[in-house]
């Protein structure tokens, strides 16, 4: 039983003394390889013989000093041993700790695999001359082929759409790609220049955070792009829904006189008012008459809304006690045009102090050329493109038009429209 | 006979306007326009005492600059500032254009006749406050002049750097007054803030 157990320690002992001294030879500089390695084995062997002769019934062959080595109590065997295989394990920790905290020829190798990017480095013509293990097993989600070059992979990458493991979702410049782990990657393509000499590099980069953000702002932006949309129409509505409230209070004021003309006059038709005289019917008339004028002249805001219209500026331009001709083709329902008119009509009265505004235009090239011109005495200095001016030549270059101010005695606009805008 | 210029984009107005001033022995009609910026030329060329200037009128024209430059002109006119909106700026900038008088719309004939017989006296009559509208939760009383200095410039589309160089504040206390409005509103962002104080009229842009 005693050489059993010495055996089993034994062998345990040469199992550690091989893996301390395949980590140890790697490092030949070190003392344990050259001196105490082939102790340590030398001793652990004589203890297997020693084993083998008293299994096989051969220990009484032995010299008397072997013997007596072996007749010593277990626990100094077992010492010996376990003292060897405590030193061995020693020797590999520190390797360990030596080879992670020192530079040698795997450092290199080491660093690109612990750094948290995929890399990979090629000559020009593709072939690979570097790769990390991240890169590795990124490339390996893509394609099952194993890629030799680079130009190769990246046209892979390129390429890529979806598949079980990975989807292309591209948010910046580069390819990107959200794999089944929910993370997030890009990949870049560089060339780094040496002397003579250049090279490929292809790094791929967790963009998770990155991603994540970005997702969340476009879903902000989507949210508040809505909102804003919202604002401007309110703001574009803002004018009718005031006019809209005022209106329908004003109406309603009609509507209370033309109640009230009715029930009078009624009361009249029954005989219900004693003394009907001049006084009371020139009363009720006029109720009548204000209310007719009121119905009419809202029928009449309802016309002009639908129809532009040249008959308002006629209509304006005798009421500022301005003549207005206008001669020939004018695009009537080209409300920047209409806009023009009006603003030469005030600009010549002001400026100008002129007493007739003259409108010419006619058709050409598919647009419509109007020139604009007044009787008047302008000065020079006094026309400048201010808020109106400015106004009417931005709504005509938005419609692809020209304008020019001329001010050779009165004013004077020249204005092409590039097509009618109903 | 004192003769108005009556200036409004709506027909439906201008009528009542009409029927107000033709019914009464006093005033006489010099004219009605539906565009702000045609008053000057207006005057210009007929005898005007008294206008009634709406303030938002047809193709966006402000009442209020047309009158700041009659003013200038003629500062014999009397103009009586109309409107129906509660934005609370415009009171200042009559006062500032030289308006003598400032009428919130009502429907009735005496309101506008008061107004227009004290205005011919020589009185200045403008209404003490301006008409409350709520925002969200929030009273438009309940904000400072500070925040509604802020919410005006928000409304116009301005950042907060923006309103900061404007009202000549930090930003941070632009985003101070900016909190506290959404706190008495209970919105949770100032689209929301801006959106209902331009849809109620407390605010206008570009006014």
């Given amino acids: 039983m005693k050489h059993e157990i010495i055996m089993a320690t034994a062998y345990f002992t040469v199992l550690m003394l091989s893996a301390a001294s395949a980590v140890r030879w790697l490092r030949m500089r070190h003392l344990f390889p050259m001196f105490f390695a082939p102790i340590f084995v030398c001793f652990t062997l004589y203890e297997l013989v020693i084993c083998y002769q008293v299994k096989f019934g ?306 050409e090239d598919g647009g419509y050329r109007v ?27 938005e419609q692809g038009g020209s304008m020019r101010v001329a001010v050779p005695e009165g004013v004077e606009l020249f204005i092409f429209f590039k097509e009618e805008a109903k | 006979m004192t003769r108005v210029l009556i200036v409004d984009d709506s027909v439906t107005v201008r009528t009542l306007f009409e029927t107000i001033i033709e019914g009464s022995e006093q005033y006489s009609l010099a004219g009605t326009l539906e565009n702000a910026k045609a008053a000057l030329p207006f005057c210009m060329r007929s005898p005007v005492d008294l206008i009634l200037m709406d303030v938002y009128t047809k193709d966006r024209e402000n009442g209020l600059e047309a009158a700041r430059e009659i003013k200038k002109e003629f500062p014999d006119i009397k103009i009586i500032i109309s409107t129906s909106l509660p934005e609370e700026s415009f009171l200042e900038k009559a006062k500032a254009a030289g308006c003598e008088s400032f009428w919130y719309k009502e429907v009735g004939e005496l309101g506008l006749l008061d107004i227009m017989n004290r205005t011919m006296r020589g009185e200045s009559v403008y209404p003490d406050t301006t008409p409350t509208v709520s925002v969200g939760l929030a009273k438009s009383v309940e904000f400072t002049p500070m925040e509604m200095k802020v919410l005006r410039e928000l409304c116009n589309g301005k950042l907060n750097k923006d309103i900061a160089k404007e009202l000549c504040m930090s930003e941070n206390t632009v985003k101070f007054h900016i909190n506290n409005m959404l706190q008495k509103a209970g919105y949770s962002n100032r689209y929301q803030l801006a959106i209902d104080a331009v849809e109620q009229k407390l605010i206008v842009p570009g006014f």
């Avoid at chain 1, 890399?119 to 893509?142: C, P």
């Fill in chain 1, 371 to 397: 020139h604009i011109y007044d009787d008047g005495k302008a000065q020079s200095d006094a026309v400048v493109e201010g808020g109106g001016l400015k106004s009417i030549r931005r709504g005509v270059e």
């Fill in chain 1, 58 to 363: 051969t220990f009484d062959n032995l010299d008397r000093y072997t013997q007596a080595w072996y007749n010593l109590p277990i626990w100094v065997h077992e010492a010996i041993l376990l003292l060897e295989d405590i030193f061995c394990l020693i020797l590999v920790q520190r390797e360990r700790y030596v080879r992670r905290h020192s530079i040698n020829v795997n450092s290199v190798a080491d660093a690109l695999n612990n750094v948290d990017c995929g890399l990979m480095y090629s000559e020009w013509d593709g072939t690979i001359v570097l790769i990390n293990h991240k890169m590795w097993q990124l490339a390996r989600i893509f394609s099952d082929a194993q890629y030799y070059n680079a130009l190769d992979f990246w046209r892979m990458i390129i390429s890529f759409d979806e598949s079980a493991d990975a989807k292309r979702i591209d948010f910046t410049s580069w390819p990107a790609f959200l794999l089944k782990d929910n993370t997030v990657w890009s990949f870049e393509r560089s060339i780094l220049s040496d002397a003579d000499k250049r090279y490929l590099e292809i790094v791929a980069r967790d963009v998770t955070d990155l991603y994540n953000k970005r997702v969340k702002v476009e879903e902000e932006i989507k949210e508040l792009s809505s909102v804003q949309g919202r604002l401007q129409e309110v703001l574009k509505n803002i004018s009718t829904t005031g006019n809209d409230e005022e209106l329908l209070a004003y109406k309603v004021h009609i509507h209370d006189r033309l109640g009230n003309a009715i029930l009078r006059t009624r009361q009249i038709l029954r005989g219900n008012v004693q003394n009907f005289e001049e006084p009371a019917r020139e009363s009720i008339l006029g109720l009548w008459t204000n209310t007719i004028k009121a119905f009419k002249n809202n029928r009449l805001e309802v016309e002009q809304n639908k129809e532009g219209s040249l008959a308002a500026l006629y209509s304006q331009a005798e009421t500022l006690g301005i003549e207005l001709f206008m001669f020939g083709d004018f695009p009537v329902y080209n409300e920047v045009a209409i806009r023009a008119v009006r603003e030469a009509m005030y600009n010549s009265i002001r400026h100008a102090y002129a007493n007739s505004l003259t409108v010419e235009s006619y058709k």
